[in-house]
């Protein structure tokens, strides 16, 4: 009773037959998953070729909004009983260009996990950071929801929510302060600690899985590095260690997998530039 998710930001992916296609249906493969996210699909049409290409039994869902950019769900038929795959508006919070959320409810031998696909709202501008703060009481009211229906119905109310957050920052002009008031470290504290106090009575909060390496975003010639791509889960989730970080010695439960292992310089920005921009995210679910 586990099951191996990989979640990617594969930038601008088209889906097309061609070699990128392959190189990341391969770098897919190598960690075997049962539940597949790629962000940043720009052709509804070439995903559902790609997916029947490469991912053969699996069930496949696309995300459909205004935006060019969206979710292709990829999850392993032989692996769950049954698969609900919901479309979540209400995580475009009124923005016509946000990616909706998708919501994958997943039965393995009778265990429910809920596992939700969020891109956020990207920028360090007021903006994009009311966005992403709105967009997290929607993770945390969904979170109360289901534990309200496991009370009510006795079913799991396991969420798990990962995906490229985008979490940037906060940056006023420069005419109004010389300096950033909040870095993207900052609001990912902020974050934790609105999950963990994100309950009432009865009800329980969430954390942020630790991961292998901090940050997941690169461009190329290391001009900015990020740490944007996330998970996060409720307290009835266990995510398997698979293995020490090697910042702290500690144990992490997501692997960070892509540019990172590149050698700095060339081989570190062709990997960026042919395949994406973001490391994948690969966690087991227990």
Same mark, same amino acid.
């Given at each position: 009773?586990?099951?191996?998710?990989v979640?990617?930001?594969?930038?601008?992916?088209?889906?097309?037959?061609?070699?990128r296609?392959?190189?990341? @249906?391969?770098?897919i493969?190598?960690?075997?998953?049962?539940?597949?996210a790629i962000?940043?699909?720009?052709d509804?049409?070439?995903?559902?070729? %790609? @997916?029947h290409?490469?991912f053969?039994?699996?069930?496949?869902?696309?995300t459909e909004g205004q935006?060019?950019?969206?979710?292709?769900i990829?999850?392993?038929?032989?692996?769950?009983?049954?698969?609900?795959?919901?479309?979540?508006h209400?995580?475009?919070?009124?923005n016509?260009?946000?990616?909706? =959320?998708?919501?994958?409810?997943l039965?393995?031998?009778?265990v429910?996990t809920?596992v939700?696909?969020?891109?956020? @709202?990207?920028?360090?501008?007021g903006?994009?950071?009311g966005?992403?703060?709105e967009i997290?009481?929607?993770i945390f009211?969904?979170?109360?929801?289901?534990?309200?229906?496991?009370?009510?119905?006795?079913l799991?109310?396991?969420l798990?929510?990962t995906?490229?957050?985008n979490?940037m920052g906060l940056?006023?002009?420069?005419?109004l302060?010389?300096?950033?008031?909040?870095? %993207?470290?900052?609001?990912?504290?902020?974050?934790?600690?609105?999950?963990s106090?994100?309950?009432r009575?009865?009800?329980? =909060?969430m954390a942020?899985a630790?991961?292998?390496h901090?940050?997941t %975003?690169?461009?190329p010639?290391n001009?900015?590095?990020s740490?944007?791509?996330?998970v996060?889960?409720? @307290? =009835?989730?266990?995510l398997?260690?698979?293995?020490n970080?090697?910042?702290? =010695?500690?144990?992490?439960?997501?692997?960070?997998?892509?540019?990172?292992q590149q050698?700095?310089?060339?081989a570190?920005?062709d990997?960026?530039?042919?395949?994406?921009?973001h490391c994948?995210?690969?966690f087991?679910?227990?």
């Amino acid at each position: 009773m586990a099951f191996t998710v990989v979640s990617w930001n594969v930038e601008h992916f088209d889906g097309l037959a061609d070699a990128r296609a392959n190189d990341i @249906a391969g770098f897919i493969q190598q960690h075997n998953p049962d539940l597949i996210a790629i962000y940043e699909l720009e052709d509804s049409h070439s995903g559902f070729l %790609f @997916a029947h290409a490469h991912f053969q039994g699996f069930f496949t869902f696309i995300t459909e909004g205004q935006n060019n950019q969206e979710i292709l769900i990829l999850a392993n038929s032989a692996q769950f009983d049954h698969v609900t795959v919901t479309q979540q508006h209400k995580f475009r919070i009124g923005n016509p260009f946000l990616r909706p =959320g998708a919501l994958a409810t997943l039965t393995q031998q009778g265990v429910h996990t809920n596992v939700l696909f969020l891109h956020s @709202a990207s920028g360090t501008l007021g903006d994009a950071f009311g966005d992403r703060i709105e967009i997290a009481t929607h993770i945390f009211n969904l979170n109360k929801r289901l534990q309200e229906i496991e009370q009510d119905s006795g079913l799991a109310a396991r969420l798990i929510v990962t995906g490229d957050f985008n979490t940037m920052g906060l940056q006023f002009p420069r005419k109004l302060v010389s300096h950033r008031v909040q870095t %993207f470290q900052d609001e990912l504290t902020g974050l934790a600690h609105l999950a963990s106090r994100a309950h009432r009575p009865n009800f329980q =909060g969430m954390a942020f899985a630790t991961k292998e390496h901090d940050l997941t %975003f690169s461009n190329p010639n290391n001009r900015d590095q990020s740490n944007l791509d996330h998970v996060l889960v409720s @307290a =009835g989730v266990q995510l398997a260690n698979r293995g020490n970080r090697p910042s702290d =010695g500690n144990p992490f439960q997501v692997s960070v997998q892509g540019w990172i292992q590149q050698p700095s310089g060339q081989a570190r920005d062709d990997f960026i530039n042919t395949r994406s921009d973001h490391c994948a995210l690969i966690f087991t679910v227990q």
